[in-house]
């Protein structure tokens, strides 16, 4: 059982380029996340998907465009990458049901943008 | 906005006990987690409780929670080396969204 799963793990950018970072997850959850982390300043909420269909901005989305491909993929655009974006970023993903929401997470991509 | 607050580093030796304390602001929280990261990976929860209770115990951790002052810790009998990681707080309310604290680094040494 896979969990959630994130390519790359490591990328290296210029200033200006755009990637996109892909998750998948494999437990039918519905919904999905997207966090950075930076020393000192724990994880970020970027954007998230409550749903198939759904994405909502979190704490920090300037910068950043997401798209729900499916119940399964959820990936994060850098359309012009700038140094500020340098980051670990970590996808999850939960069931968000009635119950506690806990969130699965994959094992990050390191961004550096020079 | 919502705030989770932790204190950065811990320092305890093999065998003692481990506190790591968080404070949260959002009084509509429903579920407190614990979630665990080891280096170069991702996080992975330890345990979570709901708001309506007090205290949860699981093997070595106990995690206590006092709503009234919005206070939570996580509490790690017998801490051993591979207890070395970083502890999240997290906090599941209002927003309807998981706030993370920032992380308090445990360092376990001989």
């Known amino acids: 059982n896979a969990g959630v799963t994130q390519t790359p793990k490591f990328q290296v950018l210029k200033t200006g380029q755009s990637m996109t970072l892909q998750c998948a997850q494999d437990?039918?959850?519905?919904?999905m996340y997207w966090y950075r982390q930076d020393p000192g300043m724990g994880l970020r909420l970027i954007y998230y998907s409550a749903s198939e269909g759904t994405t909502d901005k979190g704490e920090v989305p300037n910068g950043y465009n997401v798209s729900r491909l499916n119940k399964r993929e959820f990936s994060l655009r850098l359309e012009s990458a700038a140094p500020s974006q340098t980051s670990v970023y970590f996808c999850?993903?939960?069931?968000?049901?009635?119950?506690?929401?806990?969130?699965?997470f994959g094992a990050g991509s390191r961004l550096t943008v020079l | 906005g919502e705030d989770v607050e932790q204190s950065l580093f811990l320092s305890v030796r093999e065998g003692d006990s481990s506190v790591i304390n968080c404070t949260y602001t959002?009084?509509?929280?429903?579920?407190l987690y614990w979630y665990k990261q080891e280096p170069g990976a991702g996080l992975q929860l330890l345990t979570y409780i709901f708001s309506n209770m007090d205290m949860k115990q699981d093997q070595r951790l106990t995690v206590l929670l006092n709503k009234k002052d919005k206070h939570l810790s996580l509490r790690i009998a017998d801490t051993q080396t591979g207890d070395s990681a970083i502890y999240f707080c997290?906090?599941?309310?209002?927003?309807?969204?998981?706030?993370f604290g920032a992380g308090t680094r445990l360092a376990v040494h001989p």
């Open positions: 437990m039918n959850h519905n919904s």
């Open positions: 997290a906090d599941f309310g209002g927003y309807n969204k998981l706030i």
């Open positions: 999850a993903s939960s069931a968000r049901g009635t119950g506690a929401n806990v969130l699965t």
């Open positions: 959002d009084s509509s929280s429903t579920y």
